[in-house]
């Protein structure tokens, strides 16, 4: 068992919450898959009732898996909502931990987006990215307030997701250069120390 799993099953049975994949600046992720499991685009809402008016045994296998994956995201939607708080139990805490683990989100948004929603994102993420720096870090920070979250639309968010991660490695990569600098000022300190 790793570590990191060890830590979780400590925090549930405190009630406390455990994110992974949290990244400092960005929207939590637990906040990201309520948003995101608790959605249902009217396609979906039209095939989830196809699939409800359908008898159990007359749907196709594909059919039955698909329905058991909107019934697991209804059902972890719920779980989400109790995280962290002293109604979810240590089962429930672990089960909503080791599905931010297993899951990829952006799998989920780009499932509950249309093809139109698509076209217009990667359009918004490419005039977003070429963005300087700072602009960009300044939009990332004003829509990743959580009043400003609750209102965007799925595809403002699903554009803000991507366009976080765009800006935190930008800022990591800066980062990363500044302190090379640093590294190689401090060696030419030491040389010239060395030297006198």
Not at 21 to 30: E, T
Not at 74 to 84: C, E, N
């Amino acid at each position: 068992m790793s570590f990191d799993r060890t830590l979780a099953m400590i925090m549930a049975k405190n009630g406390c919450k455990v994110i992974p994949g949290n990244i400092p600046g960005n929207i939590s992720p637990d906040i990201e898959w309520i948003k995101w499991l608790t959605y249902e685009p009217e396609f979906e809402k039209k095939r989830i009732e196809y699939l409800n008016s359908k008898k159990i045994a007359d749907l196709t296998y594909e059919e039955l898996e698909e329905a058991l994956i909107y019934k697991r995201n209804q059902t972890l939607a719920r779980l989400f909502k109790l995280y962290g708080t002293r109604d979810c139990t240590e089962e429930d805490c672990l089960k909503v931990y080791d599905y931010m683990c297993n899951e990829n989100i952006e799998d989920l948004m780009l499932s509950k987006l249309t093809s139109k929603e698509l076209k217009y994102a990667k359009q918004e993420i490419i005039r977003l990215s070429k963005l300087p720096k700072e602009q960009l870090n300044i939009k990332v920070k004003e829509e990743q307030k959580p009043k400003n979250y609750e209102k965007l639309s799925m595809v403002d968010s699903y554009i803000l997701h991507i366009i976080s991660d765009i800006n935190y490695k930008r800022n990591i990569n800066t980062l990363s250069e500044n302190i090379n600098k640093q590294l190689e000022q401090n060696e030419i300190t030491r040389k010239r120390s060395l030297n006198n």
